[in-house]
């Protein structure tokens, strides 16, 4: 009785806290439009239930074809593509936050109304097609018995995976479609709570250095900043001794890195907080300077302060640089990939996909979908357009995109969705 | 010289041990508030958050008890302090429910002006609650 009034209540006032996207506000490209904080008792949520597919797939521009190469997967989350075009998908869900707050229980309870009933596979699977159709005739578990594995990374015969609490290298050879040996930790990663357990992975230019993405711990620092040390940060770690420094800090939660192909830059994609209202703050893509400091948690975009974090901190603030480029509020951005060599064929040469894994704290749903973002000269030069859409139907989800790959030997594009437990492949119809 | 008889109770036993959990719960997360407000650390904030929601949930069902009785006695010395009681009780809950969710946000926009003020008013209410709750009351004669 008590907790259906709650519940009942709640949902009125977010009603009346309603809150969405507005015709005067652009929040993409580099300089979004920010408006005024609006922290409200509750904060505006839609979220979207799962739906199946029913026979339908996602939506590509015309003169793509879309197939699920891999469907019942457990929890895919990031993808790899090896020198021979097998495909391997991290499977898998992490985090052992304590409940702090009975805040925890109820918003836990109500994002997992927008999550797959599936368990995470804690394991690498090896997606084979050989003979091109779109569809893996091969599949195997890869690597089994991993602790929460998303970040993906192939170097110089070695397979790296960063699971949720360690970076771990797999000797391989090609072809190989099981590993048993155990591998071999390079490095511990942060994982206690692990409230943003996923770790983001990418080799450097040059293989010699391994870059990690490494959450907060915390929406904006309400479990304490004890807790917030080497979070919200990027690791460069040296490959063969497996020393590591911070390479960037203040970046709340880089949820997927990538090298751009021509000016070997490292890019991240970028989560920013929640619950300052329904259009703030702006996720983004940025290009990761070195020794940079991005704001997390006392500010965003720049010097926009934060008023949840006390002590406040100036000095920080006044060295928090603003990202590249933003690219909406909580779409959840959770893939990057720049093609290579011609793409996906004309119109998707020079540029970057960017999966979005879609919102919970806004009322009209955003995100949910694969959008391209064109590039030139190293560095985005026009407005993000949908690639791959389709999974919202109604108010229900049917798909959320996380990992995004480009596969260079069949030049078709990989997306893993997490809830309908999918690998997608976008390619070029034969002609 | 006849001995005056005892006040007579207004509430039942049970009624009035689930009452002692807001009265003394709401205060707490009060002290609690403060304390935050002194020292930033986070976990005052989060102790108040459990001291409103279980000051809530056993407040529920003395706050139905009191509007039941409010509604059925009849006695009219007993009535009065009834609806006396549940006027204090009522907002106490409803301020208490709002407190809940302004302790809900996160860092320091948890507490702040408004959530210390909300915790202040829910303290006092239940403290008037209850001492209007155990006062007990005079029978009328006829």
Excluded at chain 1, 114 to 120: D, I, S
Excluded at chain 1, 303 to 308: C, F, K, S, T
Excluded at chain 1, 318 to 336: C, N
Excluded at chain 2, 76 to 87: E, Q, S, V
Aim: net charge positive; aromatic share 8%; glycine share 10%.
């Amino acid at each position: 009785m008590t907790i259906r009034f709650l519940f009942a209540t709640a949902a009125t006032l977010a009603l009346a806290a309603c809150g969405g996207s507005r015709a005067d506000i652009d929040q993409t490209g580099a300089r979004p439009d920010l408006p005024d904080q609006r922290q409200t008792l509750l904060p505006p949520m839609k979220i979207a239930t799962p739906e199946g597919w029913n026979g339908e797939q996602p939506i590509a521009p015309a003169g793509f074809t879309v197939t699920a190469l891999a469907t019942d997967l457990k929890v895919p989350r990031q993808l790899l593509v090896l020198p021979n075009g097998d495909i391997l998908v991290a499977e898998g869900s992490g985090g052992s936050a304590p409940t702090l707050r009975p805040k925890d229980v109820i918003a836990g309870y109500i994002k997992g109304l927008g999550k797959t009933p599936v368990k995470g596979g804690n394991q690498i699977t090896l997606l084979r097609d050989a003979d091109g159709d779109g569809k893996a005739e091969l599949r195997t578990a890869f690597i089994t018995g991993l602790n929460a594995p998303y970040g993906l990374a192939y170097v110089d015969g070695n397979i790296y995976v960063a699971a949720q609490d360690a970076l771990l290298r797999f000797p391989y050879r090609d072809g190989m479609t099981r590993i048993t040996l155990r591998g071999q930790e390079i490095t511990k990663l942060p994982g206690r709570v692990n409230h943003h357990w996923t770790k983001a992975l990418t080799a450097g230019p040059d293989g010699s250095k391994l870059y990690v993405g490494i959450g907060s711990n915390s929406n904006v620092g309400e479990r304490g900043l004890a807790i917030e040390e080497d979070r919200a940060v990027i690791w460069e770690v040296d490959r063969q001794t497996g020393a590591h420094r911070i390479y960037a800090s203040g970046i709340r939660n880089p949820t997927a890195l990538a090298i751009h192909p021509q000016t070997r830059a490292l890019w991240a994609v970028v989560n920013e907080r929640d619950e300052l209202g329904p259009l703030l703050v702006p996720d983004y893509m940025t290009a990761v300077r070195p020794g940079a400091f991005y704001g997390w948690p006392y500010s965003y975009w720049g010097q926009n302060i934060d008023p949840r974090v006390h002590p406040q901190k100036p000095d920080m603030v006044r060295r928090a640089i603003r990202p590249d480029y933003a690219l909406g509020s909580h779409v959840a951005a959770l893939g990057i990939s720049f093609p290579a060599g011609q793409g996906l064929g004309r119109g998707f040469i020079d540029g970057v996909f960017v999966g979005q894994h879609g919102s919970w704290n806004r009322q009209d749903l955003a995100g949910y979908k694969v959008v391209w973002i064109p590039f030139a000269n190293g560095r985005p030069a026009g407005k993000p357009q949908d690639f791959l859409t389709g999974f919202i139907k109604g108010d229900h989800a049917r798909g959320r995109p996380v990992g995004v790959t480009y596969d260079p030997i069949s030049g078709a594009l990989l997306v893993a969705d997490d809830l309908s437990n999918t690998v997608w492949r976008i390619n070029r119809r034969e002609r | 010289m006849p001995i005056a008889p005892p006040p007579a109770r207004l509430l039942h036993p049970l009624h009035g041990v689930l009452l002692a959990w807001p009265v003394a719960l709401f205060p707490a997360a009060l002290l609690s508030d403060i304390t935050y407000l002194q020292t930033a650390e986070i976990q005052w904030t989060n102790f108040s958050a459990w001291l409103i929601t279980g000051a809530l949930m056993m407040g529920a069902p003395v706050l139905l008890w009191a509007i039941v009785d409010a509604l059925r006695v009849r006695h009219i010395g007993a009535r009065r302090r009834h609806r006396l009681y549940l006027l204090l009780l009522a907002p106490m809950w409803i301020i208490g429910f709002v407190n809940a969710l302004q302790h809900s946000s996160d860092g320091w926009s948890s507490v702040g002006t408004t959530g210390l003020t909300l915790s202040s008013l829910s303290a006092a209410l239940a403290l008037a609650a209850g001492w209007i709750a155990h006062g007990g009351y005079r029978e009328y004669r006829p």
